[in-house]
T-cell receptor, first 112, second 111 residues
Framework: DTEVTQTPKHLVMGMTNKKSLKCEQH?????MYWYKQKAKKPPELMFV???????INESVPSRFSPECPNSSLLNLHLHALQPEDSALYLC???????????FGEGSRLTVL | GEDVEQSLFLSVREGDSSVINCTYT??????LYWYKQEPGAGLQLLTY???NMDMKQDQRLTVLLNKKDKHLSLRIADTQTGDSAIYFCAESAGNNRKLIWGLGTSLAVNP
């Protein structure tokens, strides 16, 4: 199983809403990532969790709040977003054994 | 600083080979990756190569690494219309597995 599962696939929210994106992997990977991607651009790193601890925050605005409840799950809590935050949000996990970094299919977020 | 460069577009005829090139600057890179992204989809890990290797082959894909010139290439044999996508090259830098990405090469396969 080399799968990273993200839900929901699509999300539309207003600027005053609170929502969450979820990511799950069962490959035993201990590093998990959130990326943001705009159309036809490379992904931009947001957060890295290593062994369930936040190890990198790429100066992401506080309206994005990550959470890693356990080694298989990663959440991204969203609050008071702006229209420019509309993007594809990708979760990834890294396997220390061989260098494989797998991505999920992403959650496409639209902020109205 | 660290940088990864790729040509932005490539157009090939169906059945021909495609070669997508990438140059990088960080000589301490551990892994170099190729990802494929189809419209509206996530990033599919195509293949990756450890920095102490020169070549890796996986079915229709061949990766060549020239460490001296910091040049990486991806060859797709017998290119099909389903190979039309954006291909991203990325290098890992440091122990935190932070990837440095190229801007992506848009591959168009013509029947």
């Amino acid at each position: 199983d080399t799968e990273v599962t993200q839900t929901p696939k699509h999300l539309v929210m207003g600027m005053t809403n609170k929502k969450s994106l979820k990511c799950e992997q069962h490959m035993g990977h201990r590093a998990m990532y959130w990326y943001k991607q705009k159309a036809k651009k490379p992904p931009e790193l947001m957060f890295v969790y290593s062994y369930e601890k936040l190890s990198i925050n790429e100066s992401v605005p506080s309206r994005f709040s990550p959470e890693c409840p356990n080694s298989s799950l990663l959440n991204l809590h969203l609050h008071a977003l702006q229209p420019e935050d509309s993007a594809l949000y990708l979760c990834a996990s890294f396997g220390a054994r061989g260098g494989e970094l797998f991505f999920g299919e992403g959650s496409r977020l639209t902020v109205l | 600083g660290e940088d990864v460069e790729q040509s932005l577009f490539l157009s090939v005829r169906e059945g021909d080979s495609s070669v997508i090139n990438c140059t990088y600057t960080d000589s301490s890179s551990t892994y170099l990756y190729w990802y494929k992204q189809e419209p509206g989809a996530g990033l599919q890990l195509l293949t990756y190569i450890f920095s102490n290797m020169d070549m890796k082959q996986d079915q229709r894909l061949t990766v060549l690494l020239n460490k001296k010139d910091k040049h990486l290439s991806l060859r797709i044999a017998d290119t099909q219309t389903g190979d039309s996508a954006i291909y991203f090259c990325a290098e890992s830098a440091g122990n935190n597995r932070k990837l440095i990405w190229g801007l992506g090469t848009s591959l168009a396969v013509n029947p």
